[in-house]
């Protein structure tokens, strides 16, 4: 069984989907730690509400929170195998990345590597790419590394997007096929099923 911690800072659609995946198969994945910036974001809500343990990371205006050296230990003490980020909107600082090189997800709700960077997140990604009149769009699920959405790719599904007429259209299509391929990646992290051969990660 591998330990995730998930990281959020919003919704929390995707750590939803992620708990009711393995809800079924608990003893594959388990989820036993949710980290945020926003502790009144209703994923966090949905952390709590479900017995999940949960921190937050040091921001501005938030007291009872750890700094990111803190974190990392407690990363550490609760032997966690796999960090997700599901809309986290923070950038890992590039300690935790070394610390954990591949061993940290993240999902972007575009193609990568088109419409993604600093700053693209949310309906800022869907909006760039309405403009494009891009044709397809779809879903990333991508290594981190110390550079914003440049880690390796692990898995994308495309979806059609001829026919929207706004970029909330999109974004709903997209958010679909989040929910499929986050939890698949994480299954296969925990099956071992995720190698790196020639500078290429390999689903097996
Ligand atoms: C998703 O679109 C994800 O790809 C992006 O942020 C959004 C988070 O949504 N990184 P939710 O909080 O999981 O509902």
Redesign the pocket.
Known sequence: MIKVAVF??????????IVNYFKLNRQKVSVNLVISNKPDC??FNFAQENEIQTFVVKSKNTNKSFSWDEILNILKKNEIDLIV????LKKIPNKLVKEFRNRII????ALLPSFGGEGM??MN?HRAVFESSAKVSG?TVHFVNEKYDEGKIIAQKCVDISDVNSPEEI?ER??KI?HEILPAVIEKFADNKIQIENNRVILK
């Open positions: 959020v800072s919003g919704r929390g659609s995707n750590l939803r989907a209703p994923a980020l599901a809309g986290f993240n999902i972007h709700p997140y949310g990604v879903a974004a997209v958010l989040e």
